[in-house]
């Protein structure tokens, strides 16, 4: 591996982890009521595919720092569903 794909795959996954934050947040304060969840509907698919993408060019980089990301949008819009909605 590259110093480049190196530096890409920590810096992509540094910066995906990041997301862990708004996680955090909802989880902590129980409330998403201010989250728009389309945002999340729509960054979900594009994750995986990107995740799938970057399986079928056997890019670390790519697999990895996107699927963190989907993880953290699962979890935001777990938290959505849980403390965001309107009872």
């Known amino acids: 591996m590259s110093i480049l794909a190196t530096l890409a795959t920590v810096v ?6 990041s997301g862990f934050a708004q ?7 129980k409330s998403a ?3 728009s969840i389309m945002l999340y509907i729509f960054l ?3 994750a995986l595919v990107w ?7 056997n890019s670390l980089a790519v697999i990895l720092t ?4 989907l993880v953290v ?12 909605r309107s009872k």
């Not at 992509?12 to 982890?17: K, M």
């Open 33 to 35: 009521k201010d989250i």
């Open 73 to 84: 949008f699962a979890f935001i819009a777990l938290g959505w569903y849980l403390y965001g």
């Open 66 to 69: 996107n699927a963190i990301w």
């Open 44 to 46: 979900i698919p594009s």
């Open 51 to 57: 995740v799938l993408y970057g399986l079928e060019i």
């Open 12 to 17: 992509g996954a540094i910066g995906s982890i």
């Open 23 to 29: 996680v955090h947040k909802i989880f902590k304060r």
